[in-house]
């Protein structure tokens, strides 16, 4: 180090020569997303405690399961099999209610936390961009969420097929009806369809929010999520008279009709209802998606903007 | 050869002024100390070069625009911000799994290695470890990677003292070597002196010296003087004085070695008592930190 250095040759500027070595950036994105699990273990726990739970239930009132299953016999196809798979339904349903609640509050506490203990100072000492680090905490309520929800409902159903099968032949009833009617690879496809279209793709807008209001807010990243948003809807309410915006919520929330076809003539098989073609044209969904790389945007640009609180 | 090279590097936030048009160079090679008062401007200057904030005027490290070129830059480049950041979640073989994933310059077996000359057990969480262990868990991290610039920002606050002296003795004996460089600033100066290769005190985003550690040697001298000599002292024009135990000291600036010798016995100056002899008089507040 020279004593007084206002003169810097120019020649030197520039002449460090960085050997060229880089990590792929799918193994960058990979061991982003495993370090996600491993900080926010209830990704995977919360669902497979609430299985347990459900289960537990399932299983006092396995008993009835024959009684609902000589009910079911003297019905027409259709019918027979809603009531069977009810069960079933509210098991998946419950499931999906649990991975909402979880991605919500893994959004919320993503990029908010990092910079509350001061963690995010190790992490950009690594050599991980903050779009890697940004991309790999939205594949979480995405993609990872999605994934672990339909493993566990999977588990689950078939412990419940086998407790109904078992129930069944003790009282001496058929259990092939029960399989023939459930047909559970079919309940599964359409399960994991459902979560991909409407948990991940068309609910995409209420993460990338919650994602853009955790790499912004200095404290209370729930707070900060929901406010402006009831108060837009208050604002329009009170100077309008009009709820176009809480409408527009609901309607998100509730999840897009065109993911399913209209049901006109109650189909025989519930796998025509599915419509994949439909939904990817409807603007509803690409609108909510270019809203979610906007946020996502947003979230990698405050992230490189601030470090800690 | 320039690892970092700065002219004209300014940083304010609304009206403060945290840079004031700063100009340095830092060679490979090298241990820079970092000194100055808390809010001199010090962590400004280690965030601009790590590329964690903007800046105004032109800054190259390793020949990088650290703000533009980030994700390039950290894979030559490392640093620990505070002993506190390692996330307390964290295994102790999940962060060596992971860096071994992310890092392209990263040793496993290196970290091993530094590890088992510790009690920190693989299987630990980041948040079971004393302060101490957690120092030492990141400095073994750190130094399996094998990066051309380390900056050290108070890496050691809040350890006592063995883990302290531990750690400076693993960084200049297991990792330091003359194609690396140091940037380290530290409130335990004089714990450092013997460390570093070249001395900078920064003070309200100015730097008001800048000398290599022979340089600091040669020009600065301390003279403990009996009261009969005071007089004789104050003549030969000191930089600064100072009263202990009834005796006075007076720091000198390129002052004839031989005639200090008359005055008593003559020393080289702790960089804490230069700090406060070149700026104390000017900050009556905080010291040297």
Redesign the interface.
């Known amino acids: 180090?020279?004593?007084?250095?206002?003169a810097?040759p120019e020649s030197?500027?520039?002449?460090?020569?960085?050997a060229p070595?880089?990590?792929p950036a799918m193994?960058?994105l990979?061991?982003?997303v495993?370090?996600e699990l491993?900080?926010y273990r209830s990704i995977y726990l919360a669902p497979l405690a609430a299985a347990g739970v459900f289960l537990f239930g399932f299983l006092i009132t396995a008993p009835h399961l024959a009684v609902t299953m000589r009910k079911a016999s003297a019905m027409a196809g259709l019918q027979m099999q809603e009531t069977l798979a009810q069960p079933y339904d509210m098991a998946s349903g419950f499931l999906m209610a649990i991975a909402m609640f979880v991605g919500a509050a893994y959004c919320l506490g993503a990029l908010y936390n990092?910079r509350r203990?001061?963690?995010?100072?190790?992490w950009?000492?690594?050599?991980?961009?903050d779009t890697t680090t940004v991309l790999a905490k939205a594949c979480i309520p995405l993609v990872i969420l999605p994934l672990v929800t339909v493993a566990v409902t999977v588990a689950l159903h078939l412990v419940m097929l086998l407790i109904h099968s078992a129930v069944l032949a003790a009282t001496g009833q058929s259990v092939a009806t029960l399989w023939a009617q459930m047909l559970p690879i079919q309940m599964w496809f359409m399960l994991l369809y459902h979560l991909i279209a409407v948990h991940s793709l068309w609910h995409s807008p209420f993460y990338g929010w919650m994602l853009l209001v955790s790499s912004w807010a200095k404290r209370a990243a729930f707070l900060w999520a929901a406010l402006p948003v009831l108060a837009v809807g208050a604002l329009e309410r009170l100077f309008f008279n009009t709820s176009y915006f809480f409408q527009m919520l609901g309607y998100r929330l509730a999840g897009n009709e065109s993911a399913v076809a209209p049901v006109k003539d109650w189909p025989i098989s519930p796998m025509t209802h599915i419509t994949p073609g439909h939904f990817l044209l409807s603007p509803g969904l690409w609108s909510g998606l270019i809203f979610t790389a906007l946020c996502l945007a947003g979230a990698v640009r405050m992230r490189r903007y601030r470090?800690s609180l | 050869?320039?690892?970092i090279?700065a002219?004209g590097l300014r940083k304010t936030f609304g009206t403060t002024v945290a840079l004031d048009g700063v100009?340095?160079?830092?060679?490979?090679g090298?241990i820079?100390g970092l000194i100055g008062p808390n809010g001199a401007g010090k962590t400004t200057a280690l965030?601009a070069i790590?590329g964690?904030?903007s800046f105004e005027g032109?800054l190259?490290v390793?020949?990088?625009n650290p703000w533009n070129e980030?994700?390039?830059l950290?894979?030559?480049v490392?640093?620990?911000?505070?002993v506190?950041?390692?996330?307390?979640?964290?295994?102790v073989s999940?962060a060596l799994e992971?860096?071994a994933?992310?890092?392209?310059?990263f040793d496993r077996g290196k970290a091993d290695g530094f590890l088992q000359k510790t009690d920190i057990q693989t299987a630990s969480k980041v948040h079971q470890l004393s302060k101490g262990m957690v120092a030492q868990l990141?400095l073994a991290l750190v130094m399996a990677m094998d990066v051309?610039l380390l900056v050290l920002d108070e890496p050691t606050l809040g350890l006592d003292i063995l883990y302290r002296k531990q750690f400076y003795d693993s960084l200049l004996n297991d990792y330091f070597d003359h194609s690396r460089t140091i940037v380290v600033t530290t409130h335990q100066v004089d714990e450092i002196q013997d460390v570093l290769t070249?001395l900078m005190f920064i003070h309200r985003g100015r730097i008001v010296l800048?000398?290599?550690m022979d340089?600091f040697e040669s020009r600065y001298a301390e003279v403990k003087v009996s009261p009969d000599k005071v007089e004789a002292a104050r003549s030969l024009q000191p930089i600064h004085e100072r009263q202990t135990l009834g005796r006075s000291i007076f720091l000198f600036d390129r002052a004839d070695r031989r005639q200090l010798s008359t005055l008593g016995e003559v020393r080289a100056p702790s960089i804490a008592d230069l700090f406060v002899a070149l700026l104390g008089n000017e900050k009556a507040q905080g010291g040297v930190s």
């Open positions: 180090m020279s004593t007084q250095s206002n810097i030197r500027v520039g002449a460090v020569v960085v070595a880089a990590i193994r960058l990979y061991w982003s495993r370090r491993w900080e990092e203990d001061r963690s995010i100072l190790f950009k000492s690594l050599p991980v961009s470090s | 050869m320039a690892c090279e002219r100009n340095l160079q830092v060679d490979t090298r820079l965030n790590l964690l904030t032109d190259k390793l020949g990088r980030r994700e390039e950290m894979r030559d490392c640093f620990i911000a505070d506190a950041v390692l996330p307390r979640w964290m295994r999940q992971y860096l994933g992310v890092h392209p310059r990141h051309k070249d800048n000398c290599s340089e």
